[in-house]
């Protein structure tokens, strides 16, 4: 079945840049999803990337996407403590709203 | 501002017991859903819900079921309780448009003792 995958935590200086990965299996993937998860808190959606685009950016956020290799990714720049969290991809398919989301990237901002 | 509630946040029950979670939603969302979240686990569908009374099995329904009489409230059922059901739920629901943007609830941690 469909997968995603990403590594479990991340520790960046504050300041610094975050890239936060994502593999995913299903190539009729449609959008792809950045959602971020606070302490105490549901999911809330950062960004999304359309499956015919390459990149997307939006303020301190940069989402690249390899569709050949089925890689995602999210550029945080100058990280601040704030940006502790979990941040989960997601993808979606055609014909149904359903996501698969990955297993989630713990970051962790070191002041 | 969309806003999803959740019954409880924290709910510790004994085995075998019968627990009801409740969502509702106030946007008039068609989409709903229920998922599982456990650390490295990373979330997991237990349901969905596309239409009053309509549902959809996720990818782990075994031990759950649900329930939605009206557009803006889906339940989550677990009839007989078991400790490895001990995890949080989130509920979340969306519009049912591309990009289809899902609005989650605070989550409810359930312990199973």
């Known amino acids: 079945g469909e997968d995603v995958e990403q590594s479990l935590f991340l520790s960046v200086r504050e300041g610094d840049s975050s890239v936060i990965n994502c593999t995913y299996t299903d190539s009729s993937s449609t959008y792809l999803y950045w959602y971020k998860q606070e302490p105490g808190a549901g999911l809330q959606l950062l960004t999304y990337i359309f499956s015919n685009m390459d990149m997307k950016q939006d303020q301190r956020l940069t989402v690249l996407l390899n569709k050949k290799d089925k890689h995602l990714s999210l550029r945080i720049a100058d990280t601040q403590t704030g940006d502790s969290a979990i941040y989960f991809c997601?993808?979606?398919?055609?014909?149904?709203?359903?996501?698969?989301f990955g297993t989630g990237t713990r970051l962790k901002v070191l002041a | 501002d969309v806003k999803v509630t959740q019954s409880s946040r924290y709910l510790v029950k004994r085995t075998g017991e019968k627990v009801f979670l409740e969502c509702v939603q106030d946007m008039d969302h068609e989409n709903m859903f229920w998922y599982r979240q456990d650390p490295g686990l990373g979330l997991r569908l237990i349901y969905f819900s596309y239409d009053v009374k309509m549902k959809e099995k996720g990818d782990i329904p075994e031990g759950y079921s649900v329930s939605r009489e009206k557009k803006e409230r889906f339940s989550l059922i677990l009839e007989s309780a078991s400790t490895n059901q001990t995890s949080m739920y989130l509920c979340?629901?969306?519009?049912?448009?591309?990009?289809?943007?899902?609005?989650f609830g605070p989550g409810t941690r359930l312990t199973v003792t």
């Open positions: 997601a993808e979606s398919t055609s014909g149904t709203y359903k996501y698969i």
């Open positions: 979340a629901s969306s519009l049912g448009r591309r990009p289809d943007e899902q609005y």
